[in-house]
């Protein structure tokens, strides 16, 4: 049985906007009410796709979300036609009309959390969506998520999916954003890393104090449990407080994994001596390589500015590994350094390759931001909805959709026009039928 790892990529939305919702994400905030490109954006995100399909890898696509979210905003009081919600909205409330209309689910990482079958009880594959109730914009995404993943993959002999986690701060999920797993291959039983940043039913632990931590432990146990992980295929490990406050929102902008390797910022976790003693006696297989960053050769601040661990680490089809990052990290004079010289070190990451990837970069997301890992058997692949698999065919169809549909820039001031939601529903609607998904987005089911 052959094994691999597909990587299901967000398709930019056509609200792709610089609200500044995202406090803690440093990105974010710099560059609030920036004009944007949704254009650009998506034909960056599709361009990234094409690049790893063409290294011969696995690539799915996962569509956006629905927005403007109308639902919301009626939920929340406005009243009359669609164009009379979007004036009101923008005139008395125009931070919620910006939360109703975040491209957010661009960055697929936090979409949900997956436990290959390999670790599960069952033996089946796990989602889990995330409730990132931290952030309004995001909280309204894990009902919709779901209904795409169970889409994607609908074969319930292969495929487990449970409901977001109750939308409570005691439970704040961010998914796989706080999640990687190590494994010696990718069929094999592995080691799942969950990574928190504080305890909520103990708050003397230790705790950021200045921007919030997103992930509970609570959260990560729980997912374990609904994913039917044992003793030995979990470690919960908490982010160090200290990161968290100096910008690091999500384990994934400090350190990332992929089968034997985890790379990692000096300090990234709280307990590190600790922890990987815990993994070392769990990961059965050997070698397992720790790739620590020192912080005398990159700074935290210079990690967030260049996002060097929100990277992409692969295997090749030629066996080694290669690390996907943003063209900053080769722009930045001490990343590019350390790369070039990670590459020759005895490790199994053999090359850096850059990418273009500034639309999502200035909104604060990475290409690991991008990503949703899913590691599949060769009968779960073929499961998995073709539709959804990047071939040249669909890569060469979703740039024909995002030209006839998305804008070439987009101020916020737009967000309340009602021709921008007419737009953004057509392209919606469109793309259900090119990748089959069936009726997911409310305007759809009403």
């Known amino acids: 049985m052959k094994h691999f790892e597909v990587n299901f990529d967000g398709l930019v939305g056509p609200t792709h906007n610089y609200a500044g ?14 004009p944007s490109s949704p254009r650009q ?24 979300q629905e927005r403007p979210d109308m639902l919301t905003l009626r939920r929340l009081g406005f009243t009359g036609s669609d164009a009379q919600v979007l004036a009101k909205a923008s005139q008395q409330a125009p931070h919620l009309l910006a939360a109703c209309c975040s491209a957010s689910s661009m960055w697929t990482a936090n979409a949900a959390t997956v436990s290959p079958s390999a670790d599960t009880a069952d033996g089946r594959v796990h989602f889990t969506p995330a409730n990132l109730t931290n952030k309004f914009h995001r909280s309204l995404e894990p009902v ?40 010696s291959q990718y069929g094999h039983s592995g080691v799942e890393l969950f990574a928190y940043g504080r305890q909520a039913f103990n708050p003397a632990a230790p705790a950021p104090k200045k921007f919030p931590a997103r992930q509970t432990l609570e959260a990560s146990q729980a997912i374990a449990r609904l994913h039917g992980l044992n003793e030995d295929t979990a470690v919960f490990m908490q982010q160090n407080p200290a990161v968290i ?6 384990n994934d902008v400090i350190s990332v994994g992929n089968q034997n390797v985890l790379f990692y910022h000096q300090d990234a976790f709280a307990n590190t001596e600790r922890d990987f003693a815990e993994i ?45 990052a943003p063209t900053e990290c080769q722009e930045s004079a001490p990343v590019s350094r350390y790369l070039a010289e990670l590459v ?84 919606l609607d469109e793309l259900t039928q090119i990748l089959q998904l069936g009726s997911v987005y409310p305007f759809q089911r009403n």
């Not at 974010?28 to 009410?33: E, P, R, T, V, Y």
């Not at 919709?144 to 977001?164: D, S």
């Open 144 to 183: 919709v998520t779901g209904r795409i993943l169970n889409a994607i993959f609908a074969n319930e002999r292969h495929f487990k999916h449970h409901q977001h986690l109750p939308d409570n701060e005691h439970f704040g999920d961010e998914g796989a954003a706080n999640h990687t797993r190590l494994c």
């Open 280 to 324: 070392r006696r769990k990961f059965a297989d050997e070698p397992l390589y720790f790739i620590e960053v020192p912080r005398n050769q990159v700074s935290i601040s210079e990690a967030i500015k260049t996002y060097l661990f929100n990277t992409q680490i692969i295997t090749l089809p030629a066996g080694h590994m290669a690390i996907i």
């Open 344 to 427: 020759e070190q005895n490790t199994p990451i053999k090359e850096v390759r850059y990418m273009d990837v500034k639309e999502s970069m200035r909104n604060g997301g990475g290409p690991a931001c991008l990503r949703l890992r899913v590691a599949l058997n060769d009968q779960e692949l073929a499961a998995t909805n073709p539709n959804c698999l990047l071939d040249d065919a669909l890569f060469n169809t979703l740039n024909h959709w995002v030209d006839k549909h998305y804008r070439e820039q987009l101020q916020v001031a737009d967000l309340a026009d009602p021709a921008l939601l007419q737009e953004s529903r057509q392209a």
């Open 245 to 250: 406050d100096a910008g690091v929102f999500h």
């Open 21 to 34: 919702l995202s406090f803690g994400n440093v990105a974010s905030l710099s560059n609030a009410n920036n």
């Open 41 to 64: 954006a998506a034909k960056q995100g599709l361009k990234k796709m094409k690049a790893l399909h063409d290294m011969g890898m696995k690539q799915g696509v996962l569509a956006p």
